[in-house]
C-alpha cells in the first residue's frame, strides 16, 4: 500500500483517537522515518540557539493533539457571551475564585463560543521506576485552531514558546496572545501563547511550597497555624486555627480557599514566596509564578498567577518520585526528587489520592448516567462515598452510585482539579491498578473552559445535587488518552 503524507496522518489520527489494535497497524503502515525515537520523541537534525540537540515533536505530541482536535472543543455553547462594549471594558479581575467560581445554573440563551478555545495539554509517560522516558506537550488557541505540537528537549523544556500571561479581555480582542510576557526574552519564539489561568491548581504550588518549609524545619505538620489576617475578603474568610496537616488536606482534597488563603499567608509570614518563585527558576520550571498574592490575609489570586501544563507535569513528576537525575538545571544541574524529602512526597501523594471532585479529566462521581461521558476509570475515594454509593464532597451531592464504577476501576488518579468561568484545569499522576494494564503517566490540562461553558444538549441537573462544571469533552480526552497508554510496552 503506497499513501501520500496526508493519508498517512489521517489513519494514525483516526487509529489514535478511536482506539484499539488499530492502532499499531496505522503505525506499522506509516513506517517509521530516518531520525530515531528516543523517549517518545523524535530527535531530529534541529539545533536551538545554544547549540544543543532539540528534540522534535514525535508520536506522543501528535497523538495527544489529535485526540484533541477530534474532540472539537470549539464547539461548546458560552451561557455568558460578551458584549463588544464589555470586551473593550472588562479588566483583568483579582481574586478570581472569589468572583467567578460559582458555576451558572439559569441559562436563557447560551451561544457558540466566538473562537477557537484556549487549551495547553502534556502528557508525561513513566516507566515502571516512575522515571520519564516520553512526553508530549500540545498548544491550542485561535492561532493554532488544530493544535501545535511543542518542541521539547532532553531536560523537559522548550524554548519555542512566547509564553504570555491571561488576559480575560485580551483572549477575545488579540485572538488569545496575550500582553505580558512569562518568561523573559522569548519575542522571536516561534509559537505565541497565552497561559491559561490555573484556577485552584495554583494550589499544587503553595502546597509544594509549605512543604519545603517542613523540609528545613521552618515549620511542623502537626503546629497549630493560626490565621489573623488583619484584613478580609471573600476569597479568604476571617481568622481560624487549625494544623498546617488539616489546612493542607482541606486544600488539596477539597480545594478549600479559606485553607489555601491561610497557607499561603503561612509561606508570606516565612519570607518564603520569593524564594519559592526562585526555586522554581532554579528547577527548570520557569512558567510556575506565584506572584501577585496578598501578604496580609493569602487572597489576591489573579492572572499574575501563571502555570504552564508542561512545567506542571514537571512538577508532578518530581513530587511522584521519580528516581535518580530526572532532567537537568538551566546551570546544568542534576534536578532530583530530593527537592521534597520521602516523607513530603508521601504525603503530597496521599492527598492528592483523596481528591474529591472527580469531574474532569474523571467523571467517576457522575457513574454510570447518560451525561457527562466516562472519563479517566478511576475510583472515588472512600471519604466522600456514602452509605448508598453516592459521593458527598463538604455538603455538595453528586447524586449517583459510584460502586459499580469504583469496581471496574482501573488506574488511581491522584489529582488537583481548578475552576472558575473562564478556566478548567485538571492536573495529575494516574498509576494502574494491579493487572490493569501497567500503565503510568503524568497528565495536566489547562482551558479557558470553565463553569461558563457547557455542551449543547445538556440535560438538566436535578434538584439538590452539584452542577456538572465543565464539558464532557475533558472526560472524554481522559478516556481516549488512558485508553491507549494501557496499550503501550
Same mark, same amino acid.
Given at each position: 500500500?503506497?499513501?501520500?503524507?496526508?493519508?498517512?496522518?489521517?489513519?494514525?489520527?483516526? =487509529?489514535?483517537?478511536?482506539?484499539?489494535?488499530?492502532?499499531?497497524?496505522?503505525?506499522?503502515?506509516?513506517?517509521?522515518?530516518?531520525?530515531?525515537?528516543?523517549?517518545?520523541?523524535?530527535?531530529?537534525?534541529?539545533?536551538?540557539?545554544?547549540?544543543?540537540?532539540?528534540?522534535?515533536?514525535?508520536?506522543?505530541?501528535?497523538?495527544?493533539?489529535?485526540?484533541? &482536535?477530534?474532540? #472539537?472543543?470549539?464547539?461548546?455553547? &458560552?451561557?455568558?457571551?460578551?458584549?463588544?462594549?464589555?470586551?473593550?471594558?472588562?479588566?483583568?479581575?483579582? &481574586?478570581?475564585?472569589?468572583?467567578?467560581?460559582? %458555576?451558572?445554573?439559569?441559562? =436563557?440563551?447560551?451561544? %457558540?463560543?466566538?473562537?477557537?478555545?484556549?487549551?495547553?495539554?502534556?502528557?508525561?509517560?513513566?516507566?515502571?521506576?516512575?522515571?520519564?522516558?516520553?512526553?508530549?506537550?500540545?498548544?491550542?488557541?485561535?492561532? *493554532?485552531?488544530?493544535?501545535?505540537?511543542?518542541?521539547?528537549? +532532553?531536560?523537559?523544556?522548550?524554548?519555542?514558546?512566547?509564553?504570555?500571561?491571561?488576559?480575560?479581555?485580551?483572549?477575545? #480582542?488579540?485572538?488569545?496572545?496575550?500582553?505580558?510576557?512569562?518568561?523573559?526574552?522569548?519575542?522571536?519564539?516561534?509559537?505565541?501563547?497565552?497561559?491559561?489561568?490555573? =484556577?485552584?491548581?495554583?494550589?499544587?504550588?503553595?502546597?509544594?511550597?509549605?512543604?519545603?518549609?517542613?523540609?528545613?524545619?521552618?515549620?511542623?505538620?502537626?503546629?497549630?497555624?493560626?490565621? =489573623?489576617?488583619?484584613?478580609?475578603?471573600?476569597?479568604?474568610?476571617?481568622?481560624?486555627?487549625?494544623?498546617?496537616?488539616?489546612?493542607?488536606?482541606?486544600?488539596?482534597?477539597?480545594?478549600?480557599?479559606?485553607?489555601?488563603?491561610?497557607?499561603?499567608?503561612?509561606?508570606?509570614?516565612?519570607?518564603?514566596?520569593?524564594?519559592?518563585?526562585?526555586?522554581?527558576?532554579?528547577?527548570?520550571?520557569?512558567?510556575?509564578?506565584?506572584?501577585?498574592?496578598?501578604?496580609?490575609?493569602?487572597?489576591?489570586?489573579?492572572?499574575?498567577?501563571?502555570?504552564?501544563?508542561?512545567?506542571?507535569?514537571?512538577?508532578?513528576?518530581?513530587?511522584?518520585?521519580?528516581?535518580? !537525575?530526572?532532567?537537568?538545571?538551566? !546551570?546544568?544541574?542534576?534536578?532530583?526528587?530530593?527537592?521534597?524529602?520521602?516523607?513530603?512526597?508521601?504525603? /503530597?501523594?496521599?492527598?492528592?489520592?483523596?481528591?474529591?471532585?472527580?469531574?474532569?479529566?474523571?467523571?467517576?462521581?457522575?457513574?454510570?448516567?447518560? *451525561?457527562?461521558?466516562?472519563?479517566?476509570?478511576?475510583?472515588?475515594?472512600?471519604?466522600?462515598?456514602?452509605?448508598? +454509593?453516592?459521593?458527598?464532597?463538604?455538603?455538595?451531592?453528586? +447524586?449517583?452510585?459510584?460502586?459499580?464504577?469504583?469496581?471496574?476501576?482501573?488506574?488511581? /488518579?491522584?489529582?488537583?482539579?481548578?475552576?472558575?468561568?473562564?478556566?478548567?484545569?485538571?492536573?495529575?499522576?494516574?498509576?494502574?491498578?494491579?493487572?490493569?494494564?501497567?500503565?503510568? *503517566?503524568?497528565?495536566?490540562?489547562?482551558?479557558?473552559? +470553565?463553569?461558563?461553558?457547557? &455542551?449543547?444538549?445538556?440535560?438538566?441537573?436535578?434538584?439538590?445535587? /452539584?452542577? *456538572?462544571? /465543565?464539558?464532557?469533552?475533558?472526560?472524554?480526552?481522559?478516556?481516549?488518552?488512558?485508553?491507549?497508554?494501557?496499550?503501550?510496552?
Amino acid at each position: 500500500m503506497i499513501m501520500n503524507s496526508a493519508e498517512k496522518g489521517d489513519l494514525v489520527r483516526h =487509529a489514535w483517537v478511536h482506539g484499539g489494535i488499530g492502532l499499531a497497524v496505522a503505525v506499522a503502515l506509516v513506517g517509521c522515518s530516518a531520525n530515531a525515537e528516543v523517549g517518545g520523541n523524535r530527535v531530529a537534525n534541529v539545533t536551538s540557539q545554544g547549540g544543543a540537540a532539540k528534540k522534535a515533536p514525535g508520536r506522543l505530541g501528535e497523538r495527544l493533539r489529535a485526540a484533541m &482536535d477530534e474532540l #472539537r472543543f470549539q464547539d461548546v455553547l &458560552d451561557t455568558n457571551p460578551p458584549s463588544a462594549a464589555q470586551i473593550r471594558s472588562v479588566q483583568n479581575p483579582v &481574586d478570581k475564585e472569589a468572583n467567578l467560581r460559582v %458555576p451558572p445554573h439559569t441559562v =436563557a440563551a447560551p451561544k %457558540p463560543i466566538v473562537q477557537q478555545p484556549q487549551l495547553d495539554a502534556t502528557i508525561i509517560e513513566l516507566d515502571k521506576k516512575k522515571r520519564p522516558v516520553a512526553s508530549g506537550t500540545v498548544l491550542m488557541s485561535p492561532l *493554532y485552531q488544530h493544535g501545535v505540537v511543542v518542541p521539547v528537549d +532532553g531536560n523537559l523544556s522548550t524554548k519555542s514558546v512566547r509564553w504570555r500571561q491571561w488576559d480575560d479581555a485580551g483572549w477575545y #480582542r488579540d485572538k488569545g496572545k496575550g500582553t505580558l510576557d512569562v518568561v523573559p526574552g522569548r519575542e522571536n519564539a516561534p509559537i505565541d501563547h497565552m497561559l491559561n489561568y490555573p =484556577a485552584s491548581v495554583l494550589k499544587l504550588m503553595v502546597n509544594f511550597g509549605v512543604l519545603r518549609l517542613v523540609d528545613q524545619g521552618k515549620v511542623k505538620l502537626d503546629d497549630t497555624y493560626s490565621y =489573623a489576617p488583619t484584613t478580609t475578603s471573600s476569597l479568604c474568610g476571617g481568622a481560624s486555627a487549625k494544623t498546617v496537616r488539616q489546612y493542607m488536606d482541606d486544600s488539596l482534597t477539597w480545594s478549600s480557599n479559606a485553607a489555601s488563603c491561610a497557607l499561603v499567608k503561612l509561606l508570606h509570614d516565612n519570607n518564603a514566596v520569593d524564594p519559592l518563585n526562585q526555586t522554581f527558576q532554579d528547577l527548570g520550571l520557569e512558567t510556575l509564578q506565584l506572584k501577585g498574592t496578598n501578604p496580609v490575609n493569602g487572597g489576591r489570586w489573579s492572572n499574575s498567577v501563571t502555570m504552564s501544563s508542561l512545567d506542571t507535569a514537571k512538577l508532578l513528576t518530581l513530587i511522584d518520585g521519580a528516581p535518580g !537525575r530526572v532532567w537537568k538545571d538551566p !546551570r546544568g544541574k542534576a534536578v532530583t526528587s530530593a527537592v521534597l524529602s520521602p516523607a513530603s512526597r508521601r504525603f /503530597f501523594r496521599s492527598e492528592l489520592s483523596q481528591q474529591g471532585f472527580n469531574d474532569m479529566l474523571s467523571s467517576v462521581n457522575r457513574c454510570g448516567g447518560d *451525561y457527562p461521558a466516562p472519563g479517566l476509570p478511576n475510583a472515588a475515594p472512600s471519604r466522600w462515598v456514602d452509605a448508598d +454509593g453516592t459521593v458527598t464532597v463538604m455538603g455538595n451531592k453528586f +447524586g449517583r452510585d459510584v460502586r459499580p464504577c469504583n469496581t471496574k476501576a482501573e488506574v488511581t /488518579f491522584a489529582h488537583k482539579t481548578g475552576w472558575v468561568n473562564n478556566t478548567g484545569a485538571d492536573a495529575g499522576i494516574v498509576r494502574a491498578l494491579p493487572g490493569k494494564g501497567g500503565r503510568s *503517566y503524568v497528565i495536566v490540562v489547562f482551558s479557558n473552559l +470553565g463553569t461558563q461553558y457547557v &455542551d449543547e444538549g445538556r440535560p438538566a441537573t436535578p434538584a439538590g445535587i /452539584f452542577p *456538572y462544571t /465543565f464539558t464532557e469533552k475533558f472526560a472524554k480526552l481522559g478516556r481516549i488518552l488512558d485508553n491507549q497508554e494501557k496499550l503501550r510496552k
